[in-house]
């Protein structure tokens, strides 16, 4: 199982970073980067400052390689919420020095998932609100009708590079509002009215 992490996927996020690529740029977490069930997220020892990226989260159902955008939509059925924690102040370190960043994205526990829904449960699936709440004020508002690249979109693009497997993980970027955690803090994340997400930090 893989899971593939899109950057800078939202306009206003991006609007200060002035980098629009022609295509969506993405990384990879390791499997063991998920974390499952609204359990407690333990912050790592080798950082200070762990932040939060609340993200829609597709998840492929078949298999597939090159797929074409128009046929994109026939390879997930679900969709959830996801976190994808970032170690701020390694990946400052890594790209000051020029290192490969993957420790900063995709160590253990660094992408809490919640339950899948049936993309039948909304109309437009580029037309999504979605929300995060730390210790009971919203942090992150976002919708999808703001991303630069679609789902279908990423799927094309993403599948140029690599074969899509069931049960693949898709992030596709995260609004404006990214922010530290500390031990304590309460997270809560909504899609539309259904919360997804409901954890604490330890």
């Known amino acids: 199982m893989k899971i593939f992490c899109v950057a800078m996927n939202y306009?206003?996020?991006?609007?200060?970073?002035?980098?629009l690529s022609s295509e969506p740029i993405f990384f990879l977490k390791p499997e063991t980067a998920l974390l499952l069930k609204?359990?407690?997220?333990?912050?790592?020892?080798?950082?200070?400052?762990?932040?939060?990226e609340l993200e829609i989260v597709v998840r492929?159902?078949?298999?597939?390689?090159?797929?074409q955008q128009k046929y994109a939509n026939t390879y997930y059925q679900e969709l959830t919420l996801g976190i994808?924690?970032?170690?701020?102040?390694?990946?400052d370190y890594c790209r000051k020095?020029?290192?490969?960043?993957?420790?900063?994205?995709?160590?253990?526990?660094?992408?809490p998932i919640g339950q899948f829904l049936p993309k039948t449960q909304f109309?437009?699936?580029?037309?999504?609100?979605?929300?995060?709440l730390k210790?009971?004020?919203?942090?992150?508002?976002?919708?999808?009708?703001?991303?630069?690249?679609s789902i279908d979109e990423i799927i094309e693009t993403v599948s140029k590079y690599y074969t899509l497997k069931m049960g693949d993980?898709?992030?596709?970027?995260?609004p404006l509002g990214v922010g530290q955690v500390q031990i304590g803090d309460h997270l809560e994340a909504f899609l539309e009215d259904k919360k997804l997400l409901d954890f604490f930090v330890r």
């Open 135 to 149: 210790n009971g004020q919203e942090v992150q508002n976002g919708n999808t009708a703001d991303m630069i690249f």
């Open 84 to 91: 994808d924690f970032t170690a701020k102040d390694t990946l």
């Open 169 to 174: 993980l898709l992030f596709t970027g995260t």
């Open 11 to 19: 306009r206003e996020a991006n609007a200060e970073k002035k980098r």
């Open 38 to 52: 609204n359990r407690p997220f333990f912050l790592p020892d080798f950082c200070n400052n762990i932040q939060y």
């Open 97 to 111: 020095n020029g290192f490969p960043w993957e420790i900063a994205k995709g160590f253990d526990a660094s992408a």
């Open 123 to 132: 109309q437009n699936l580029q037309n999504l609100n979605f929300r995060l």
């Open 60 to 67: 492929i159902g078949k298999i597939g390689k090159c797929i």
